[in-house]
């Protein structure tokens, strides 16, 4: 066991009210961070702004008193990885990851793959939070609309309303944005409450259940989440055994 495993076990079985147990100290990813970037976490985002940012500070610095692009919003500080690639850490060496509007970004089969990356970095006791749009919601609202139109006399029904939330799905959800911006514009899945619990749980998390806006397992966690959508939570057990399609990838054919 590594000094951060046997440190979350320890914690772990001291504490009175597992149900909220916060991990210890250890390392802390923020995962698509975007301009949220507080020091102790850290900071990772795959955009090529970062990338420009991060290593050609003064070219990004350059082309923006050249007012060709607007001010960065990422420090040096940012780590630039693309998170469709394995998480760069070793097994069991994080103690918590956060993410804020990132997994609605990847095609389902990766964010899939982004999860169990997460369970394999998190030490057992780790705690990986997720906050995501909620689907529901926002359909939900087309529903209500739609609802609220077809109550009114035929000759009374207007299109408008339905129309820009169909719009906003594919004009500002759905949709691909420029080169050196932020990769944070393009939703290629959308999830709700009965997927998202279920893509922990099939990743092997424990401990499973969505969350208020700043509840949480991980202390200090108001430094990182800045939106109240559908919050997510799970703990890496301390017996992890690798979920059956892990396994499944493992035996040979
Ligand atoms: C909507 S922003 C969220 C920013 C912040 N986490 C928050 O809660 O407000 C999504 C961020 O994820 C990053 N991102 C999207 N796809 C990524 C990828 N494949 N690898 C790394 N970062 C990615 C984007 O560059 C963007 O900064």
Redesign the pocket.
């Known amino acids: 066991m590594t000094p951060v495993t046997i440190a979350f076990a320890e914690q772990r079985r001291r504490l009175d009210s597992p149900e909220l147990a916060p991990p210890p100290s250890g390392r802390k990813l ?7 970037q507080p020091s102790g976490w850290v900071n ?4 090529r702004r ?1 990338w420009l940012a991060t290593r050609f500070g003064w070219l990004d610095h350059l082309l923006v008193r050249a007012g060709l692009l607007s001010p960065t919003e990422f420090s040096p500080m940012v780590r630039v ?4 690639k394995p998480l760069p850490f070793a097994n069991d060496s994080v103690s918590c990851i956060y ?4 997994w609605e ?2 095609e389902l089969p990766d964010a899939v793959r982004l999860t169990h990356e997460c369970r394999r970095v998190l030490a057992p006791g780790g705690v990986l939070r997720i ?1 995501v749009p909620d689907g529901a919601v926002f359909w939900r609202r087309y529903l209500d609309i739609y609802d609220e139109e077809m109550a009114k006399p035929a000759s009374a029904r207007a299109a408008n309303r339905l129309r820009d939330h169909v719009q906003l799905y594919f004009n500002d959800i759905a949709t691909r944005r420029i080169w050196l911006g ?4 393009t939703h290629k899945w959308q999830f709700d409450e009965v997927q998202l619990l279920q893509l922990f749980r099939d990743a092997g998390f424990a401990e499973v259940r969505r969350m208020g806006f700043h509840e949480s397992h991980i202390p200090g966690i108001e430094r990182v ?3 109240d959508f559908l919050i997510v939570e799970g703990v890496k057990p301390a017996a992890s055994p690798l979920p059956a399609e892990a396994v499944r990838a493992r035996e040979p054919a």
């Open positions: 923020n995962l698509g961070c975007g301009p949220v990772i985002d795959g955009s970062a990885h693309d998170l469709l993410s804020g509007e990132l970004h990847f906050c932020s990769l944070g514009h989440e800045r939106s």
